[in-house]
């Protein structure tokens, strides 16, 4: 059994491609659209649960690319506050109806847009421990809840002023095992049902694929505009779910 809804696979392959794209070497923030794209057809927490096993695989990929890069040090500091962000994530959704995380998938990609729009050029100091910590708490959160958790971590990651190959590693490291422990909430609210594994299955081909092109693109593209794409994006997203949660409550 599988979605059959042609308009499913209209959102779902260019999100699984995206998403592959960010790990790979545009950045994880990159894969901030694929949840708000799919969720315009399926419901945000059906659409989170059919991209994570297909994460997992990207995962497997991206740390084989990226294992020998990352900055130990600052994954140490943010691990913590990351795993207690899916602890509160998975409660938080166990109680959430339908319309509440619309407004919730909705307003987060209007407030990620916003905090791109901000960020822009802004001269930012290093956190120190708190810092670490809070920022990495809302990361395991958003991306517990809809996949998204790149632009907290973000937030702390860029004024440390890695190397571009050393930011993208440790981003890469990160959301791998943050990933993983994702799979415990989402087995327990009961989401890898036959439908969405067999459809996260279909789709799992264009994980590698999205990896490789992102690897590939790396040094070959201007990041700035593909952002900007992909926030344009999500803006729209953002808005559509964001009207749909607000009518249906």
């Not at 998403?19 to 659409?47: H, N, R, W």
């Not at 084989?64 to 994530?89: C, E, I, N, W």
């Not at 209007?110 to 120190?128: D, E, I, K, M, N």
């Not at 990495?136 to 959160?141: A, E, H, I, Q, R």
């Amino acid at each position: 059994m599988l979605v059959t809804d042609p308009w499913f696979y209209v959102t779902a392959i260019p999100a699984v491609l995206i998403y592959g794209i960010g790990k790979g070497g545009l950045g994880g923030a990159l894969g901030i659209i694929a949840v708000p794209m799919m969720a315009i057809v399926i419901s945000p927490t059906q659409a989170a649960a059919i991209l994570l096993p297909i994460l997992c695989v990207m995962d497997m990929f991206a740390v084989k690319q990226h294992h020998t890069s990352a900055d130990y040090s600052v994954l140490k500091r943010m691990l913590p506050g990351s795993l207690l962000g899916v602890f509160l994530a998975g409660l938080f959704l166990s109680i959430m109806p339908a319309a509440g995380l619309k407004l919730l998938v909705g307003g987060l990609s209007l407030l990620f847009c916003l905090q791109y729009v901000s960020q822009r050029g802004a001269t930012q100091r290093p956190a120190g421990l708190a810092g670490a910590w809070w920022w990495s708490l809302l990361s395991g959160f958003s991306s517990t809840a809809i996949h998204a958790g790149g632009g907290p971590a973000s937030i702390y990651l860029l004024p440390l002023k890695l190397e571009k190959v050393a930011l993208i590693s440790t981003m890469a490291l990160l959301f791998a095992i943050i990933n993983l422990f994702k799979l415990v909430p989402y087995t327990v609210l009961g989401e890898f049902n036959t439908i969405n594994l067999m459809t996260a299955l279909l789709l799992m081909p264009l994980a590698p694929v999205g990896v490789y092109m992102g690897v590939g693109l790396l040094h070959r593209v201007s990041q700035i505009w593909v952002y900007r794409l992909c926030y344009l994006f999500l803006l729209l997203s953002g808005i559509k779910l964001f009207a749909d949660g607000w009518l249906s409550k």
